[in-house]
């Protein structure tokens, strides 16, 4: 059965720090993909980045990147130079399968920028 | 590019009442999902339709019920209330190519009393 890890609740830092959020997930299937998604106050679920299983480079976009490694099932988010407004919830994300649309998320992680 | 907007946006019922949710999904989206997030928790996968007809379901019983329909709105339908239902009922929507994220609206907070 699928399932997604985010064992950090909360993290707090201050403003320009570097935080990273991890995240583990297990599947048995060889085909998936993998998100990351931000949640504010709004409520709103906004889409950060979709990779597929078979795309194990690292992307970089701004200040945020991401590293998905295989060997260890992770798929970490790192915020650089971290502002107020990266403030939010954060989720990652399972789908299994070609034909799956289904998501399975992770618990998420509260981020706290300080200023 | 229209986004993903849903109705109403809070909603306050009492248990053993029927609710309606609504979603209006992206323009081109033809498959929708709705998921369950109760607070401080990920959403959870309740079902999601393709081409109004559903064809994938979570853990939920069968009195979460829905609809698609061909102008790519949708509905979700929740009978005989529970406390336990009140969270954040959330739509998405995605293209059958699957080429970007999934896109979700802003929620419809329910609360059961």
């Known amino acids: 059965a699928q399932k997604v890890t985010q064992a950090q609740t909360e993290i707090s830092v201050v403003e320009k720090e570097d935080v990273t959020l991890d995240c583990v997930y297990e599947?048995?299937?060889?085909?998936?993909?993998l998100f990351w998604y931000k949640q504010p106050p709004s409520g709103e679920l906004v889409f950060l980045i979709r990779?597929?299983?078979?795309?194990?480079q690292n992307e970089i976009s701004g200040r945020y990147s991401w590293n998905f490694q295989k060997s260890t099932s992770s798929f970490n988010f790192t915020i650089t130079a971290s502002q107020v407004v990266d403030s939010a919830v954060y989720f990652c994300a399972l789908s299994e399968g070609a034909g799956s649309y289904q998501l399975t998320f992770g618990k998420g992680t509260k981020l706290s920028v300080i200023p | 590019e229209t986004g993903v907007t849903q109705s109403p946006t809070h909603l306050i019922k009492t248990r053993g009442q029927q609710v309606t949710l609504r979603c209006s999904s992206q323009?081109?989206?033809?498959?929708v999902s709705w998921y369950q997030q109760a607070l401080g928790q990920g959403p959870q996968f309740i079902f999601q339709y393709y081409r109004e007809e559903e064809n994938g379901r979570g853990n939920f019983p069968p009195r979460f019920s829905g609809l698609q329909f061909p102008n790519y709105s949708s509905e979700l339908n929740v009978n005989a209330l529970e406390l336990d239902d009140s969270a954040l009922y959330l739509c998405a929507s995605s293209s059958f190519q699957r080429n970007y994220g999934y896109t979700f609206g802003s929620g419809t907070r329910l609360t059961v009393v």
């Open positions: 323009s081109g989206h033809n498959t």
């Open positions: 990779r597929n299983s078979f795309d194990e």
């Open positions: 599947t048995r299937d060889t085909t998936y993909y």
